[in-house]
């Protein structure tokens, strides 16, 4: 089998013999790359310790070279700064979980839609909804004529009970024309390329 040129490149780039590789079985291959693996994670979980270690001998080296007199303080100082990073990454990780990209999004079927409860529709228009408000005799009453709607709009989550409807735009107002019967409204899509 021909071993491409990237695969090459990157086993000098890490010292890796291919020609040893090659000779192994398969279940060689599989042992040796999960022990790397666990030896990885270890470092992981290890790093602030030796990342500690590592700007402990540098700044030592540093203040030498510069003849500080209190570089002690100013070693501990950084420690404890490194230490409470070190602590803080690892409350982020718990509270927020491990990020990732996504793998699905649901996305409306159809175009319009509307809330009983809320007496509002909504229009899915790139990736968001436009709220429309019913018209009312004024500002707060309940709508006299729920089934007309201003032609103006804000964004807005729209409601859980939202089902399908079908409207006609007109210039001076939206009229609702029918109302579906509660189905399903969303679709998962989960065929995003992957880069």
């Known amino acids: 089998m021909e071993i491409p040129k990237s695969t090459k ?39 602030w310790e030796e990342r500690e270690e590592w700007v ?48 699905w999004i649901e996305v409306p079927i159809g175009t319009w839609f509307y809330s009983h409860s809320k007496k509002e529709i909504y229009k899915y228009d790139r990736g968001v909804f436009e709220c429309y ?27 859980d009970d939202i089902v399908r409807a079908r409207v006609e735009e007109q210039d001076e107002m939206i009229i609702l024309t029918a109302v579906e019967q509660p189905s399903v409204i969303w679709r998962t899509v989960n065929d995003i390329p992957l880069r």
């Open 9 to 47: 490149t990157m086993a000098r780039e890490l010292d890796i013999d291919l020609d040893e590789v090659a000779q192994m079985s398969n279940k060689h291959i599989r042992l040796t790359a999960m022990e790397a693996v666990s030896n990885l994670r270890e470092v992981q979980y290890n790093a």
């Open 56 to 103: 402990h001998e540098n700044y030592r080296d540093i203040a030498r070279a510069r003849q500080e007199p209190d570089w002690e303080a100013n070693m501990k100082k950084m420690l404890k700064d490194t230490q409470e990073r070190a602590v803080n990454r690892k409350l982020t990780g718990m509270t927020k979980g491990a990020h990732r990209s996504l793998d």
């Open 133 to 159: 408000a019913a018209i009312s005799p004024s500002p707060g009453l309940i709508p006299d004529a729920p089934w007309r709607f201003y032609t103006h709009h804000h964004l807005k989550v729209p409601h």
